[in-house]
């Protein structure tokens, strides 16, 4: 390869310097447990056989597959930007973990990752409503995929589907984008679900920045409750908070005999109820704070029955006043007592923890808008109409990102397993995949090189990736 001159030398110390080599060097070298994961699952080619592709054959030098695989591990390493793309179009483990060819041809000279244009079309090509409604699929299959392959074929009995909105901060005037009174910023508004008890994420649909919290709820719910006792468990069960409940979606989940337990938002006719058991009773209070429980029914103004309502009286440490709020729920005091229902609510924290993660760890920028081409080569051009639906964009956009999480969350389930440790997702990403690597290409193999940080967890997630029982279907 020749002498390269150094770039400098360092002050602090002049035996060290910095030079740049034409060796196959990767600071992204977790792609390739990225890929596996895909590859695994099976996740791409069930995307590719249901997926709507416009472009004409002979013209596609990039196909829909690896377009997949290029924006799900982009996203997975943590480079969220299109532009990314570009900067990163030859870096080795990544060419290698996106190319659907086999031997060391990813990383021949020719090849190189998706342009940022690609992949710009790749997400108009997403954004069809049928394509938009495959996206929304794949992450229940996905999460029901890992999770049968954990249980060797075998279903869930019981899952709590959490559902709740979630502030998407936008920085301009993106369509459909609004300034939201309640969260003090301009933001999408987009209804989110995800499993309790197993920390996947469902399903998600983009709304308008000042959408009400239980806007387009039920069809939302009922249609992922479907899909779930299909692929993820035989009874679901829905988690919402003080925003959702209303007539038309209780009644809903009722008469699909799906069971739900929600927070009620306060008003006045529940503090007249809630007003004779507020009183502290006499003598010292203890040093554990107590609770109390008041079970009744109640029937609001809208509402076309009676449904049974859980007061829950609260002993806050140093508060005179007794705290309060009121929780319900479609089972029966037999099927959950007080007790069990307030433990079983206050299990929503989990969720919350995982959109949370997705906000922090993914962090979707839901950035198109409908711009049209101003210059060409340097001269102005007239403002011509475009046909981008920038809104449906930025859904596709949205659940990919979901669908990227998923592929982090199946490799941290993994590692909990192995290591009998928690991981976060970040400490999962920054510990794991973004580690430093070289491709060695010798005659017609490659082999990765990766630090010594990072094997003793790539040697306990390999063999669990073979124990696991992937099927399918």
């Not at 060419?95 to 086999?102: D, F, I, K, N, Q």
């Not at 102005?380 to 859904?395: H, K, M, Y």
């Not at 397993?417 to 491709?439: H, I, M, P, Q, Y």
Request: positive net charge.
């Amino acid at each position: 390869m020749g002498e390269t001159l150094p770039l400098f030398s360092t002050t602090f110390n002049r035996s060290l310097s910095v030079e740049a080599r034409p060796e196959r060097l990767t600071g992204d070298a977790g792609a390739v447990l990225l890929r596996e994961i895909l590859e695994r699952s099976g996740m791409i080619g069930w995307l590719t056989e249901r997926l709507s592709d416009p472009r004409r054959c002979h013209l596609v030098t990039y196909t829909l597959a690896d377009l997949l695989r290029t924006v799900l591990i982009l996203f997975g390493q943590g480079w969220r930007d299109q532009d990314d793309a570009d900067a990163l179009r030859y870096d080795p483990a990544l060419r290698l973990a996106v190319s659907g060819e086999r031997g060391t041809t990813p990383v021949a000279a020719e090849h190189h990752l998706a342009s940022q244009p690609t992949l710009s079309r790749l997400l108009d090509i997403l954004s069809t409503d049928a394509n938009r409604r495959v996206l929304r699929e794949a992450l229940a299959e996905m999460a029901g995929r890992r999770l049968r392959a954990e249980r060797r074929g075998h279903r869930q009995r019981h899952l709590t589907i959490d559902v709740d909105s979630l502030p998407v901060e936008v920085h301009g005037s993106q369509p459909g984008s609004a300034w939201n009174g309640h969260y003090h910023q301009r933001m999408y508004h987009p209804i989110v679900a995800c499993a309790a008890e197993t920390g996947d994420l469902l399903d998600a649909r983009l709304r308008e920045g000042n959408a009400h919290t239980a806007a387009g709820a039920l069809d939302f719910i009922l249609d992922l409750v479907d899909r779930a006792e299909a692929t993820l468990c035989q009874v679901a069960m829905v988690r919402i908070d003080a925003g959702f409940p209303e007539e038309r979606l209780l009644s809903g989940l009722e008469a699909r005999g799906t069971p739900y337990v929600a927070r009620l938002r306060n008003n006045k006719v529940l503090d007249r109820l809630a007003a004779p058991h507020l009183k502290r009773p006499p003598g010292r209070p203890p040093a554990e704070p107590r609770v109390w429980f008041h079970e009744m029914s109640y029937r609001a103004g809208s509402w076309s029955r009676e449904r049974r309502v859980v007061l829950v009286v609260l002993e806050r440490p140093g508060e005179l006043l007794l705290d309060h709020f009121w929780l319900i729920t479609s089972l029966s005091v037999t099927a959950m007592p007080a007790v069990a229902l307030l433990e079983h609510y206050r299990q929503r924290g989990t969720a919350e923890g995982l959109f949370g993660e997705l906000m922090d760890v993914l962090a979707p920028a839901l950035s198109s808008a409908p711009r049209t081409k101003r210059h060409y080569r340097g001269r102005p051009l007239p403002s011509l109409p475009t046909g981008l639906d920038a809104f449906a964009r930025n859904e596709a956009l949205l659940l990919l990102h979901m669908l990227a999480y998923e592929v982090l969350h199946t490799g941290r389930c993994v590692l909990e397993s192995a290591s009998k440790t928690g991981w976060s997702l970040r400490r999962f990403r920054e510990r794991v995949l973004r580690v430093g690597g070289r491709v060695v290409v010798h005659a017609r193999r490659a082999t990765l090189v990766i630090t010594e940080t990072a094997a003793h967890h790539w040697a306990m997630l390999w063999p669990r990736f073979e124990r696991l029982a992937w099927t399918g279907t």
